[in-house]
């Protein structure tokens, strides 16, 4: 009996520990007043204006790091503070988190009062996360699981558009999400950072949605408009060309008739014309160049290549 109340103790006693345990690692950054990078600066600003003749004390929770007595250093270096007497803290590590508090005296002996002071977390930059898919046992299902470290904050994105959902993984129907990109951002209070994106590979449709990356729908939709932006462009050019080989027949006829009137008018010409144009009269056809021998002969239109009986 006396045994289970010893161990029943010390169960009480780990319990009790583990959750004094939780509450100060949760609630140490809770009370921050500021958060800074590792590796980073930062400066502890001095409220109070200072004189040369004060003594500056800065302290780091309950430890003195630096001392200052009117111009002399006494504990620090003197560049560990700024003109002002402003703290500066450089390439700065997880175990410089802290309260930072100043204390100055003046020469006679008098405190300068509470001064304002500065509670520090420095925290370590987000390392960049990476997206796991799995599948469900039937592949109906997917998830997406962000690797998330302690004290960060996850947000999901689809797509490039940021979802409600905030937890670390995240659920969809496959078939739904054919083409989806998922990515998942994670940040802290110094940094973030977001993975790169993955598509789900569970469902595979039977025809492809989209041919290099663009929608079948889109391409299908596209390649009629071309289609019949070809046939109206043929049908123009046919419309086009009718209309000039109806105009050239029209002149060709105009031109015809005059040369048809010409002949009635003259038909004593046309005939001595036509007898000089036989093998033999060339000498004749120069000494007459000065005539208008570029009359055809009747029923005849050398220039178009048309016939008199076209015409009727």
Same mark, same amino acid.
């Given at each position: 009996m006396r045994t289970v109340k010893k161990m029943s103790s010390a169960a009480t006693i780990a319990v009790f520990l583990l959750c004094c345990f939780i509450t100060a690692s #949760?609630?140490?950054?809770?009370?921050?007043?500021?958060?800074?990078? #590792?590796?980073s600066s930062f400066t502890v600003p001095l409220t109070h204006v200072l004189k040369d003749s004060d003594n500056l004390?800065?302290?780091?929770?309950?430890?003195l790091i630096f001392y200052r007595r009117q111009k002399q250093v006494i504990t620090g270096k003197n560049y560990d503070v700024d003109s002002t007497g402003s703290l500066k803290l450089t390439q700065l590590t997880k175990n410089k988190s802290g309260r930072y508090s100043p204390q100055i005296h003046r020469a006679d002996g008098t405190s300068a009062g509470d001064l304002p002071s500065v509670r520090l977390c420095v925290l370590d930059r987000v390392q960049k996360p990476t997206v796991m898919m799995n599948c469900t046992g039937d592949k109906a299902k997917v998830s997406f699981t962000c690797n998330v470290g302690q004290n960060e904050k996850v947000k999901w994105f689809v797509d490039g558009k940021q979802v409600a959902e905030k937890g670390k993984t995240l659920m969809r129907v496959a078939k739904d999400v054919v083409n989806a990109h998922f990515s998942c951002n $994670?940040?802290?209070?110094?940094?973030?950072e977001i993975s790169l994106p993955v598509k789900q590979d569970c469902y595979k449709p039977? =025809?492809?949605? #989209?041919? =290099?990356?663009?929608?079948?729908?889109?391409?299908?939709?596209g390649g009629t408009g071309i289609v019949?932006?070809? $046939?109206?462009?043929?049908i123009i050019y046919i419309i086009k060309l009718r209309r000039k080989k109806h105009v050239r027949l029209n002149d060709e006829r105009e031109l015809y008739l005059q040369w048809s009137n010409q002949e009635q008018e003259q038909p004593d010409y046309y005939e001595h014309r036509y007898q000089q144009e036989l093998p033999g009269n060339t000498?004749?056809?120069?000494?007459n160049s000065?005539?208008?021998?570029? $009359?055809?002969?009747?029923?005849?239109? #050398?220039?178009?290549?048309?016939?008199?009986d076209d015409l009727k």
């Open positions: #949760t609630g140490s950054q809770a009370d921050c007043d500021v958060y800074a990078a #590792t590796g004390r800065w302290f780091q929770d309950e430890n $994670i940040s802290n209070h110094v940094s973030s039977v =025809f492809p949605e #989209t041919i =290099f990356g663009i929608s079948i729908w889109v391409l299908v939709s019949l932006m070809l $046939i109206l462009i043929v000498r004749n056809m120069a000494e000065n005539s208008p021998s570029n $009359i055809p002969k009747p029923g005849i239109c #050398t220039h178009c290549g048309l016939k008199k």
